[in-house]
Structure formats: C-alpha cells, structure tokens
C-alpha cells in the first residue's frame, strides 16, 4: 500500500491521518505530504491502521500520539491531563499583556499554561496547583523536558499556596455543565477537568472568592470560561471586590476569559 492509499483508506480527516501516519513512519508530516507514491512497509501499514481505528473510535489524536503542541511548546500528555485547546492561547496572551513577577496556574492540568509563561518570561516566579497527583506528574515531567522552571504544588485551588500573593492568578477551571451533551466527544479527557456542577461554574464559585487574598495590589485574576457564561463569572468577580471586570473574546469572537483586578 502507498502512502497516498493508507491516508485515503483511514477514513480519518487529512490533517490527522498524516499525523499519525508520520508517527508510524518517523517521517516528518511534511515528508508525508510530499511522499504520496512511496510504498509502505506492511508492519508500519498495520501499525497505522491500529492507530487509525483507535482515532475512529473517538480517541483523541493527542492521547494517541501522546503529546500536543501548545503556545510553541511540545507538550507530553495522557488522559490524566485535559488536551491544551488552541482558544486557551487567550489566557495566556492577556497575561502577557500585564506587567508581573509572579503567576499562579490553578488547575495547571499539562502545565501548558505555567509553562508557556515560564518560556515567555523566564524571570518571572511560576507557581502551578493541581488537585490531581497524575496530572501534576505529567506537568513535572513537561517542565523537566522543556527546562523550565515552575514551582509545582499539589492541592485544591487556593489550599496549596496558604498566604502567599501574586500578580496574576490564573485558570483554565472545568466549566462544563454536567448535563452538556457535548461531553459525550470528551469521554477520553478527565471530567475532572470538564465537569464543574449542573451549571459548570461550581469551580468559579470556589476560585473566585478567595481570589483576592491572594492578589497583589493591583493583580489580575483571569478565567477561561464558557460560551455564556462571562455575565456570571464578571457577577462573582464584582461581589467579590475585584475593580476593572471585563470579558475578553477569542478569535472566533465569543467571550471566553474574564478579569478584573485587585
Ligand atoms: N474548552 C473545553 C471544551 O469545551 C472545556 C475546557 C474546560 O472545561 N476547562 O472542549
């Protein structure tokens, strides 16, 4: 079978029949691309259409090939750990924007978030909180292979940093509503990082309120949410006494993080 044949008879969308087709392979995608003709070894013909028929079965390509690209870095994951989504890119360049020292990720998942901040401003103290021991392993493993330096903690929210305050705190919380039939294409990622009660803002309503004790004068909190759900995030944030609430949209111009400050 050639190249060209294998993609075809994956059934599977072009974009991921080549990345899996250049895991089996080792070669680049690139190489894949521009190889149609070439013949494929039968163990690697079999081996690709394991992987193909665990991509049809609804496994994600990332899980599959066991790592996911995000914000330039080349991240290890597995269902221990959400997928980094392209819309949490967001998150990370508001943070940008702001001027600071010292960044707390809660629920740091992969470490995707700490870590893109970590490369993007090395002097800065990173400091990332995960409630699952897992998840927090994958993210160690993703800091020591990148050779970036952030303070791993293992707790609920807040629980893991006692007093300490920072310039920015941040999360990507589950906020999915329990009932969202849309879970039903996420049953290989943790629900433990989806799901957040009937309304999906039970981890907004933990985060929120202790926020600001852990702000510095003038600091951020930032949160990614859901379709719908900024006017009930921005209301938490207010009642909470944080200044500047605002929703910010991401590239397909729905409102998916909101801020106010300390
Ligand atoms: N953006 C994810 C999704 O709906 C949800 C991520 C989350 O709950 N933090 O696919």
Redesign the pocket.
């Known amino acids: 079978m050639t190249v060209a044949e294998a993609l075809l008879a994956s059934g599977l969308e072009a974009r991921e029949a080549r990345l899996l087709l250049a895991r089996v392979t080792g070669f680049s995608e690139a190489v894949v691309l521009a190889s149609p003709d070439r013949s494929l070894p039968s163990e690697q013909e079999n081996r690709f259409s394991e992987l193909s028929a665990r991509r049809r079965a609804g496994e994600p390509v990332a899980y599959i090939l066991g790592e996911k690209e995000f914000y330039g870095l080349r991240l290890a994951v597995n269902p221990a750990v959400?997928i980094p989504?392209p819309?949490t890119k967001l998150l990370v360049e508001l943070a940008m924007q702001a001027e600071f020292s010292s960044v707390l990720d809660l629920g740091t998942g992969s470490g995707a978030i700490a870590l893109a901040l970590k490369r993007q401003r090395p002097a800065a103290r990173v400091v990332a909180v995960d409630a699952s021991a897992a998840a927090l392993g994958v993210a160690k493993r993703n800091g020591i292979a990148l050779g970036l330096e952030v303070d791993w903690r293992h707790g609920l929210w807040f629980d893991a940093v006692r007093d300490e305050r920072f310039d920015l705190v941040l999360a990507?919380?589950?906020?999915?509503a329990a009932g969202d039939p849309?879970l039903a294409d996420?049953r290989f990622e943790p629900a433990s990082?989806?799901v957040a009660g009937a309304d999906g803002l039970d981890a907004m309503r933990e985060i929120v309120p202790r926020a600001r004790s852990h702000l510095a004068a003038g600091g951020w909190l930032l949160l990614?949410h859901?379709l719908g759900q900024e006017s009930a995030v921005r209301a938490l944030m207010q009642t909470s006494g944080l200044e500047e609430v605002q929703t910010w949209p991401d590239l397909s111009g729905v409102g998916r993080v909101s801020g106010g400050r300390a």
Do not use: K, W
């Open positions: 959400l989504r819309e990507n919380p589950p906020y999915v849309h996420l990082a989806l990614e859901g």
